[in-house]
């Protein structure tokens, strides 16, 4: 299945050129995934989805890949560049500082076909932290209209706010490699986010939620979910937050 | 029991248990270290009550914290119902042996029996 390929398009003398391995694996044929390899033309502003993009257009149109809005605002593109979790659209070749590049699906989710893989599980353990403001008014009906926050308290959690679901902090997480069952750096992360806010009542609840066998306390805080978030949350940190929470230093 | 209530106990007995295996360690300098770790000073260590609630506290600690331990590995190591229930009970069962083994020699030993 290996091959090398040339696109043979127009490009500006400035272009440089790299080797792009795509892992192919389609579960419903395929035993292991293998590489494809393709000649690729880049400047120095190509993303790593822009030369994936570039491959299904000019060579094979087959290569899975999942992607939208191009920004690193949707979090569809997550995969492992280069051994790391990253945003394709997020990558430009020309910082990754090597003539070749290898894209993989993410890992600790099951693959669709090729680069793309599902985000079912990721959604789930999202949604189970009760992800949204919990009390019993709403602002609708209070005489203020709305619920204010000072600047310090929305500190507490405004960077946790900015997850764009992508899912590479949890390929990234060594337990999430072997508990299936964890719940994970972004569901965590999620948590502390709606638990630090000052708006929200539903802390209890949530805390309910995470203290379990295979929550919180799973995490070995081996601090790679930070490391590799393209939106600068650090779910580790929010992590150890809300084990302060847990273990009554916080409140 | 919650998840945060054992590992409450679990980093509890691990403070517990490095400063009593400290002690311990310390008694040992109170004579030469080859010494203190000869047949009769080691039975004299048993009779002394004191040392011997000691050593019973630190078996207890001990056995708590790495038994514990071991079912958070082995609950990583692999999920299903069934096996977390034979993993947490088993990881009891054996905690409790244990302790139930060695609070048996600390005190026969502390009684002269053995």
Same mark, same amino acid.
């Given at each position: 299945m290996a091959q090398v390929s040339s696109i043979s398009n127009e490009q500006s003398p400035t272009a440089k050129s790299i080797i792009l391995k795509i892992s192919r694996y389609n579960p419903e044929h395929d035993e292991s995934s293998q590489f494809m390899e393709f000649n690729v033309k880049y400047e120095k502003w190509?993303?790593?989805?822009?030369?994936?993009?570039?491959?299904?257009?000019?060579?094979?149109?087959?290569?899975?890949?999942?992607?939208?809005?191009?920004?690193?605002?949707?979090?569809?593109?997550?995969?492992? %560049?280069?051994?790391?979790?990253?945003?394709?659209?997020?990558?430009? &070749? #020309?910082?990754?500082?090597?003539?070749?590049? /290898?894209? !993989?699906?993410?890992?600790?989710?099951?693959?669709?076909?090729?680069?793309?893989?599902?985000?079912?599980?990721?959604?789930?353990?999202?949604?189970? %932290?009760?992800?949204?403001?919990?009390?019993?008014?709403?602002?609708? &009906? #209070?005489?203020?209209?709305?619920?204010?926050? /000072?600047? !310090?308290?929305?500190?507490?959690?405004?960077?946790?706010?900015?997850?764009?679901?992508?899912?590479?902090c949890n390929s990234a997480c060594p337990t999430m490699a072997t508990d299936s069952s964890f719940v994970g750096p972004q569901a965590l992360a999620q948590a502390y986010r709606y638990v630090a806010d000052s708006r929200d009542k539903g802390k209890d609840s949530r805390l309910k939620i995470i203290d379990d066998s295979h929550g919180i306390w799973r995490c070995h805080f081996a601090g790679s979910c930070s490391q590799v978030c393209p939106k600068g949350v650090d779910p580790a940190m929010g992590i150890q937050l809300l084990r302060g929470y847990m273990l009554g230093f916080r409140s | 029991m919650r998840e945060s209530t054992i590992m409450k106990i679990h980093y509890g007995t691990a403070l517990a248990a490095v400063a009593l295996v400290a002690v311990h360690i310390l008694m040992r300098l109170t004579m030469g270290y080859a010494e203190s770790l000869e047949y009769e000073n080691v039975l004299a260590n048993y009779k002394f009550v004191p040392y011997a609630i000691m050593l019973e506290l630190i078996l207890v600690l001990l056995a708590v914290h790495g038994f514990n331990g071991l079912r958070v590995i082995l609950l990583e190591l692999k999920q299903g119902r069934l096996y977390e229930k034979a993993v947490s009970y088993g990881c009891l069962v054996a905690m409790i042996g244990l302790i139930a083994y060695g609070s048996r020699t600390i005190i026969m030993t502390n009684m002269g029996m053995a």
């Open positions: 190509t993303t790593v989805l822009e030369a994936i993009l570039d491959v299904k257009k000019h060579y094979d149109h087959s290569v899975a890949v999942r992607y939208s809005c191009r920004q690193a605002t949707c979090g569809s593109c997550g995969m492992i %560049i280069n051994g790391k979790p990253r945003l394709a659209c997020f990558t430009k &070749i #020309s910082e990754l500082d090597s003539n070749v590049v /290898t894209v !993989e699906p993410m890992n600790n989710f099951p693959v669709i076909r090729d680069l793309a893989v599902k985000f079912e599980k990721l959604f789930d353990t999202h949604q189970k %932290i009760k992800p949204y403001l919990i009390r019993d008014d709403t602002e609708l &009906i #209070s005489d203020e209209k709305e619920f204010l926050q /000072t600047p !310090e308290e929305v500190e507490q959690y405004i960077q946790f706010a900015n997850c764009i679901k992508c899912g590479l | -």
